[in-house]
């Protein structure tokens, strides 16, 4: 079975920019599409973006739309979140997450999709 772990969270200040990787052990990634999730304290899991099998198709939720940037390197199994004009309202636990086949622009939203997820890093901006 796949195990995801996260890295790259950190303290930052308005305006920085952080990326994010999650390496995925156990399994290929190939055939699997990508999604970061984000949960800030008393809120729940929301979805950030998300990478899809097919044709690499990319979504991204409209409050990180033009600021984050998801990717992915299949030969190192790693799925990468770039995050650049970051504000305090991005603070949140980030979790990767993994989910068999293809997803759509409308399903790749959808956390009960994915079936694999990571333990999450940390990120806190300051004003």
């Known amino acids: 079975q796949a195990r995801l772990v996260e890295s790259g969270g950190g303290l930052v200040q308005t305006g920085d920019s952080l990326r994010l990787a999650c390496v995925a052990s156990?399994?290929?990634?190939?055939?699997?599409?990508l999604g970061w999730f984000r949960q800030a304290p008393g809120k729940e899991r929301e979805f950030v973006a998300g990478?899809?099998?097919?044709?690499?198709?990319?979504g991204y939720a409209d409050s990180v739309k033009g600021r984050f940037t998801i990717s992915r390197d299949n030969a190192k199994s790693t799925v990468y979140l770039q995050m650049n004009s970051l504000r305090p309202e991005d603070t949140a636990l980030y979790y990767c997450?993994?989910?068999?086949?293809?997803?759509?622009?409308?399903?790749?939203?959808?956390?009960?999709?994915?079936?694999?997820w990571g333990q999450g890093t940390q990120v806190t901006v300051s004003s």
């Open positions: 990478i899809s099998t097919l044709r690499g198709a990319t």
């Open positions: 997450a993994a989910a068999q086949g293809a997803t759509t622009a409308v399903s790749m939203r959808v956390s009960k999709l994915y079936t694999t």
């Open positions: 156990g399994r290929t990634l190939n055939n699997m599409s």
